[in-house]
Nanobody, 115 residues
Framework: QVQLVESGGGLVQPGGSLRLSCATS????????MGWYRQAPGKQRELVAR???????NYVDSVKGRATISRDNTKNTVYLQMNSLKPEDTAVYYC?????????WGQGTQVIVSS
């Protein structure tokens, strides 16, 4: 079955960096687009970044220039590098894959940006 397992979250000071990882299994990773979403308390889940199977990327405006999504098809893993973190980046970050028209989510990894 499809599994997505996020890691790499934590507490970081404003201006700091984190690299989130999402290890996947159960599907042919290299042929699917992957996404990172986040959900802050009291807010709707939003798309942060997406990478296609060919490596094309797009980002929500609020993280452009500060985030980089990448994938390693040899490890079936997608990454999200976040730099210059701000308190408003605080959220649970989720990995997403749409496989055969079904949306799959990981359990999420908490990112807290605070001094």
């Amino acid at each position: 079955q499809v599994q997505l397992v996020e890691s790499g979250g934590g507490l970081v000071q404003p201006g700091g960096s984190l690299r989130l990882s999402c290890a996947t299994s159960g599907f042919i990773f290299r042929i699917y687009a992957m996404g990172w979403y986040r959900q802050a308390p009291g807010k709707q889940r939003e798309l942060v970044a997406r990478i296609t199977s060919g490596g094309s990327t797009n980002y929500v405006d609020s993280v452009k220039g500060r985030a980089t999504i990448s994938r390693d098809n040899t490890k079936n893993t997608v990454y999200l590098q976040m730099n210059s973190l701000k308190p408003e980046d605080t959220a649970v970050y989720y990995c997403n894959a749409n496989v055969n028209a079904h949306n799959y989510w990981g359990q999420g990894t908490q990112v807290i940006v605070s001094s």
